[in-house]
């Protein structure tokens, strides 16, 4: 298990811009591959973003596709999903996670460390 803490969520106008980050702890944190989680009321938790254990290869939904970015720093222990030209659907409670394969792909059965969340909305 890796404890993580998210933190960077708020309200923001639609095309605007936010950053979270997730903390982690732990020495085994650079071994694990990590990934971002959303959900909102009634839905189930969707895969947003992964990236691999050594930042090799990043992974993401279509629908962020081309306005998220994930990051992973092993020396600072962090992991940051930099979202820009946010729309009222990226409204959601944004979870990190982290993935003990190493692998970071969008398989939320690999991810077993979740931090507590942190909202994102989006206003028009």
């Known amino acids: 298990q890796v404890p993580l803490v998210e933190s960077g969520g708020g309200l923001v106008q639609a095309g605007g811009s936010l950053r979270l980050s997730c903390a982690a702890s732990g020495r085994t944190f650079r071994n694990y591959g990590m990934g971002w989680f959303r959900q909102v009321p009634g839905k189930e938790r969707e895969f947003v973003s992964g990236?691999?254990?050594?930042?090799?290869?990043?992974y993401y939904a279509d629908s962020v596709k081309g306005r998220f970015t994930i990051s992973k720093d092993n020396a600072k222990m962090m992991v940051y999903l930099q979202m820009n030209s946010l729309k009222l659907e990226d409204t959601a409670v944004y979870y990190c996670?982290?993935?003990?394969?190493?692998?970071?792909?969008?398989?939320?059965?690999?991810?077993?460390?979740w931090g507590q969340g942190t909202q994102v909305t989006v206003s028009s």
């Open positions: 990236i691999r254990w050594n930042a090799g290869d990043t």
């Open positions: 996670a982290a993935d003990p394969t190493g692998r970071g792909k969008p398989d939320i059965a690999e991810f077993t460390s």
